[in-house]
Structures are given as structure tokens and as C-alpha cells.
């Protein structure tokens, strides 16, 4: 039995996320499972890097999965990338060692929000935008974010309680805004459900004067989801890098 690290990025725009559900199919992870398994002729389970939720992208998901097959690892490449979807991209295909595991050996990823911050419409990115208008104080948000840095119990950014601890390591968060796009990257251990869209809205109050800079840092203490900013939209949000 072979272990197999597979690499995918996809548009996640009509997706109900990553994760296979029992009442839809339409899912990244049921898509991939019934390609291998068609393929194979076999059943196959894959794990991923992590869940991304209905909506999001993934510029590299990594996966792993294992197979008992005598077809190479270029053989099989070539045929997934002709029969995947238009929206999910094969991006590489090679053997892995036997106790590699997608997520467990993780040690640190990286996403990607991106924000249209004009009144003008974006009529060709609108589905990998989120379109804020209203005007943005750069420099407070750059402030608020350096709150966030280090090794915090980040219950206040999630949206759904998790039985195992909250603690995160946030190493970097970089605000940067070129012409009308404005690109907010995280880089961390580990991010809980809707983290980053929850940093993100918490961020765009502060750049929009709703809340003030203090106010993030108030919130991360406080442990309370009721105390950190909205949850921005799906679509801004890219699973960008992830290392092992």
C-alpha cells in the first residue's frame, strides 16, 4: 500500500467547502475521493492540510491518501489532470514516505484575503473579491493586527467552540494596498473555523473607524466571539501556502 502526497489549488466558488458531507456530493474532497477511487478501482479516502469552507479557495491544498496500485505516480497525474473538474487544478502527484499525513505534519500555513476596496464594480474578479467600499486607514489596521501576533487563545476569532485548546501561534500579518486591491496575508500553526474571516472583519472595522485599535487586542483577551468584529464573506479568502 503506496502513501501518495497529492497538491491542488481550486476556485471554491460552487463548492460547499472541502470537507465530504452526507448530504451533498458537492464538495472538493467527495470530488477528489470518487476521481481516485474511479481510477484506481478502488475505495480511496484522502486527508487534506486543512478544511476550507463553502466558497473559499485554495491556491495549494495539500493531500494525502493511500493506494495499492501498480500505475506510477506521472501515469496517474496525467489522467487526474484530464478528468478533474475545469475548477480544481492538479497541480503535483508523487510518492510519499509511508507516515506522511497531509495535516498532521503540517507545521505551518498561510492564507490570502483579498478585498476590492472601491465603488467601482469588478465584474471579472467579483468571485475572488470581497467588495468593501468604504475608505480604509491602512496604518490602524497594520496596528490592530500587530495585537494578534505570538501564541493567544484566539476563542474570541472562531465561530464554533472546539473541545481541544484554541491556542494559536500567529507569526506574521501583512496588510498591503495596491491600487484598489487590498491584500491581507496570515501566516500561523494552525487557524480554527472562520479564524481568519473573523481577524478580517475585525480588521476592516478598525480600518473603517467602527471599533479602535485597542479594540482587537481587548477582544483577543476577552475570549468572547461576541467581542471581535464580523465575519467577512467567503470569497476573498485563498488557502495560499502550506509547509511541512
Known amino acids: 500500500m503506496q ?125 475572488f473579491m470581497y467588495n468593501y467600499p468604504e475608505k480604509l486607514d491602512i496604518s490602524a489596521m497594520n496596528l490592530a493586527a500587530e495585537q494578534l501576533l505570538g501564541e493567544h487563545d484566539f476563542s474570541a476569532f472562531c465561530t464554533k467552540r472546539t473541545k481541544k485548546s484554541a491556542v494559536r501561534r500567529l507569526e506574521s500579518i501583512s496588510i498591503e494596498k495596491e491600487g484598489d486591491i487590498i491584500t491581507i496575508m496570515l501566516t500561523g500553526n494552525g487557524f480554527l473555523y472562520n479564524m481568519v474571516r473573523i481577524i478580517v472583519g475585525t480588521l476592516l472595522e478598525v480600518g473603517s473607524c467602527q471599533r479602535s485599535v485597542d479594540s482587537v487586542g481587548e477582544a483577543l483577551r476577552s475570549l468572547d466571539r461576541q467581542c471581535a468584529g464580523f465575519t467577512a464573506p467567503p470569497q476573498g479568502l485563498f488557502l495560499w501556502n502550506v509547509e511541512y
Open 3 to 127: 502513501n501518495y502526497k497529492l497538491t491542488l489549488c481550486y476556485d471554491g466558488s460552487r463548492y460547499k467547502g472541502w470537507q465530504r458531507q452526507g448530504n451533498t456530493d458537492n464538495t472538493i474532497q467527495a470530488k477528489m475521493e470518487m476521481l481516485l477511487s474511479r481510477l484506481l478501482e478502488q475505495e480511496v479516502e484522502i486527508a487534506a492540510s486543512g478544511r476550507t469552507d463553502a466558497g473559499v479557495h485554495a491556491r495549494m491544498q495539500v493531500c494525502s491518501f493511500r493506494a495499492n496500485t501498480d500505475m506510477s505516480a506521472d501515469v496517474m497525474l496525467i489522467k487526474l489532470r484530464k478528468h478533474a473538474p475545469d475548477d480544481i487544478g492538479i497541480i503535483a502527484l508523487e510518492p510519499a514516505a509511508p507516515r506522511f499525513h497531509a495535516r498532521l505534519n503540517c507545521i505551518r500555513k498561510s492564507y490570502v484575503y483579498k478585498i476590492w476596496n472601491s465603488a467601482e464594480p469588478n465584474v471579472f474578479e467579483r468571485k
